[in-house]
């Protein structure tokens, strides 16, 4: 597949050093028209970072048919959001050693999408109101059973003689993905109605993300492919380098679209919440940012995980975004929510805190949840509503908290200090 290039101007205004004057961008060259007080200052070549094909884009009654349930559930579904677990498996396919990536990264990765899922960002919403910084209601979690009933812990390694795999999308094929095939040197799918997969390789297009939409009968070829490079935090390459790109993929995965395609001021995504965008946004760094469609703040939502922006600005699903993905769920993925009680794993999640010497346990928890810690941490523990339910500051040692007083269900505990944040998903009994 060749590559796509968008070349745009990066135009300023003013130098006013008001926070709120906008910044201009998505001013796209051609038959445009960049207004006198646009002055461009430079011109780049912006490659497109990903690629999404989808065989429900393809089916466009389909389309049709679950916006409109969309449309007739959204309401309801914000007001009786349902805590989703996705079972995931990361099949690592690598050529060289650098590309084999640390199951430390993986469980970077994940951690971080869930925090991106659960609405904890620590990124700006600029300047939009941090309501529309949803918690999805979705949380991942690294599969601990394989397919043929063993222990795993839910990352796979391959090695393969194929230095890029080039996948170019569609039609459900080997030839599409190659990368999700062991005919072709890749890796094959584990059952698509338990696992949600995510292959992790060379990509070699100059894509750092290719995702298949779900459709009514999910195919093998369902889920999402990362470039090695930009998957994972530590080790990953700038400017994607703050796991936003499995985030962004998820969403696809989950039927979101980006908020701008072509240069038109139509709504792309069916998420109303989201401002419509001139064309797609692109190597910005944060304040009010406005296009042709929204010329006054809060300007672009450039920092919506759907949009193209360096990890270091993204920060949001909207609630509509997350209605969206509620309802994907509910319509193709129930199979494999369904499973996660059996394949989620419930030992171990200590591992999964990269930056925090913490341990906790038990869980899933009945009556006493005990944390250690071995530095100074605030921990939340938040409901599926997004309200924190629970924060404290935890000294070094062993803290005992009495849990018997909250509702069965699943929870986000996330752990904070400073700049980093980390979340995992708790379960009460
Ligand atoms: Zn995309």
């Known amino acids: 597949m060749k590559k796509f290039f968008i070349i745009l101007i990066i135009a300023i205004v003013g130098l006013s050093a008001n926070a709120q004057t906008p910044a201009i961008g998505n001013t796209f060259v051609g038959n445009n028209d960049v207004s006198a007080n646009k002055k461009p200052v430079n011109i780049s070549q912006q490659q497109i970072k990903h690629q999404e094909l989808?065989?429900?884009?393809?089916?466009?009654?389909?389309?049709?048919?679950?916006?409109?349930?969309?449309n007739a559930h959204k309401n309801e579904i914000k007001t009786n959001k349902t805590a989703y677990t996705i079972?995931?498996?990361?099949?690592?396919i690598y050529n060289t050693s650098t590309q084999n990536i640390s199951d430390q990264r993986v469980f970077e990765q994940i951690n971080r999408t869930d925090s991106d899922f659960a609405g904890l960002s620590l990124h700006s919403m600029g300047a939009f109101p941090d309501s529309l910084k949803a918690n999805t209601g979705i949380t991942f979690c690294l599969a601990s059973v394989d397919p043929n009933g063993n222990a795993t812990n839910g990352i796979t390694r391959t090695h393969t003689t194929v230095t890029s795999f080039s996948p170019t999308g569609g039609y459900a094929s080997c030839t599409g993905y190659p990368e999700r095939c062991s005919a072709s040197g890749g890796v094959d799918a584990w059952d698509v109605t338990k696992y949600l997969n995510i292959w992790v390789c060379n990509m070699g297009n100059g894509l750092d993300g290719?995702?298949?939409f779900p459709s009514g009968t999910l195919n093998n070829?369902?889920?999402?492919?990362?470039?090695?490079?930009?998957?994972?935090?530590?080790?990953?390459?700038a400017?994607?380098?703050?796991?936003?790109?499995?985030?962004?993929?998820?969403?696809?995965?989950?039927?979101?679209?980006?908020?701008?395609?072509?240069n038109t001021c139509a709504d792309a995504?069916?998420?109303?919440?989201?401002?419509?965008?001139y064309g797609t946004d692109s190597t910005i760094s944060g304040g009010c940012v406005i296009d042709l469609c929204n010329t006054t703040c809060p300007g672009i939502m450039y920092m919506n995980f759907m949009s193209y922006s360096d990890d270091a600005v993204m920060a949001n699903f909207t609630p509509d975004q997350a209605a969206r993905m509620q309802a994907c769920i509910s319509n193709y993925l129930m199979n494999v929510v369904n499973n996660a009680t059996s394949i989620c794993g419930t030992s171990g999640i200590q591992e999964q805190y990269s930056n925090y010497s913490v341990k906790i346990y038990p869980n899933p928890m009945t009556d006493i949840l005990t944390i250690e810690s071995l530095s100074q941490t605030t921990i939340k523990i938040i409901n599926i509503q997004g309200q924190t339910i629970m924060q404290?500051?935890?000294?070094?040692?062993?803290?005992?908290?009495?849990i018997r007083g909250l509702a069965k269900g699943v929870y986000v505990l996330s752990l904070s200090s400073n700049d980093k944040s980390e979340v995992t998903r708790i379960i009460k009994e």
């Open 269 to 277: 995504d069916y998420c109303p919440d989201t401002p419509a965008e």
């Open 392 to 402: 404290q500051k935890l000294k070094q040692g062993k803290t005992d908290f009495d």
């Open 221 to 237: 070829f369902y889920g999402t492919t990362i470039h090695y490079q930009f998957f994972g935090l530590g080790g990953a390459t």
């Open 210 to 212: 290719i995702s298949e």
């Open 239 to 262: 400017p994607y380098n703050e796991g936003a790109t499995l985030t962004h993929e998820l969403g696809h995965c989950l039927n979101l679209y980006h908020l701008g395609t072509d």
């Open 54 to 70: 989808s065989l429900n884009l393809n089916n466009q009654q389909e389309v049709k048919n679950f916006n409109s349930y969309v």
């Open 87 to 92: 079972p995931v498996v990361v099949h690592i």
